[in-house]
């Protein structure tokens, strides 16, 4: 019903910058949210940042606030992560995530893209 597709990611040095989208497609639904995951190997996969969808408010955990910015483009269901100032320990899988409200059920769902590699290293 609803497809994430992400692009962006790659290899940076430290203190370099990268910007990730992830694009919404499909029919019937509205997003409430939608915003990043990372997953570094033998860790859990956590929040970085999401956006809400209906007032732009965002939400940036302690390890990225005042390097990430997060922003949405309500018309193209998209959203962007700016990363800049990136450390080694950003290096993980960022997976962009969904909320969304099905219009046929009126259920919420979460949504998850593919994930997409950053490798943050000198």
């Known amino acids: 019903q609803v497809q994430l597709v992400e692009s962006g990611g790659g290899l940076v040095q430290p203190g370099g910058s990268l910007s990730l989208s992830c694009a919404a497609s499909?029919?019937?639904?509205?997003?409430?949210?939608m915003g990043w995951y990372r997953q570094a190997p033998g860790k859990q996969r956590e929040l970085v940042a999401h956006?809400?969808?209906?007032?732009?408010?965002?939400y940036y955990a302690d390890s990225v606030k005042g390097r990430f910015t997060i922003s949405r483009d309500n018309a193209k269901r998209t959203v962007y992560l700016q990363m800049n100032s990136l450390r080694p320990e950003d290096t993980a899988d960022y997976y962009c995530?969904?909320?969304?409200?099905?219009?046929?059920?009126?259920?919420?769902?979460?949504?998850w893209g593919q994930g997409t590699q950053v490798t943050v290293s000198s």
């Open positions: 995530n969904a909320q969304a409200v099905l219009s046929a059920s009126g259920n919420e769902y979460a949504y």
């Open positions: 499909g029919s019937m639904f509205s997003i409430l949210t």
């Open positions: 956006v809400y969808y209906s007032d732009g408010s965002t």
